[in-house]
């Protein structure tokens, strides 16, 4: 038994959980948030078994892709105003951060 802990962009998540659904995946759905960009996130925590694990991956690969999104970097507060003035640039978002960790025990009640 493994435990996966899949963290996506929010715009990916309700795709990713429909798959999990057809693919018979249990999976409970977090609201979390980024500390980078400060945007939402969802984590997917999934108990399954260990020959099912390759499956799981698959199918976060194929629905969480990485695009480019533009965005403004956080001002800080001890910066001097001169600086304080800043263009958007070009971040990579999205894709997916997966962790696959060993389950010592699982109970259902």
Known sequence: MKLLIAIVQD?????????FAQANIRATRLSTTGGFL???????????????????????KENCQTREQMMIPPVHIDSMLDSAITT????????ATVFVLPVDSFLRF
């Open 11 to 19: 715009k990916d998540a309700h795709l990713l959980g429909d798959e």
């Open 38 to 60: 400060r945007a939402g996130n969802t984590t997917f925590l999934i108990g399954i078994e260990e020959e099912r694990v390759d499956e799981a991956l698959e199918i976060i």
């Open 88 to 95: 958007p640039v070009s971040v990579r978002v999205g894709g």
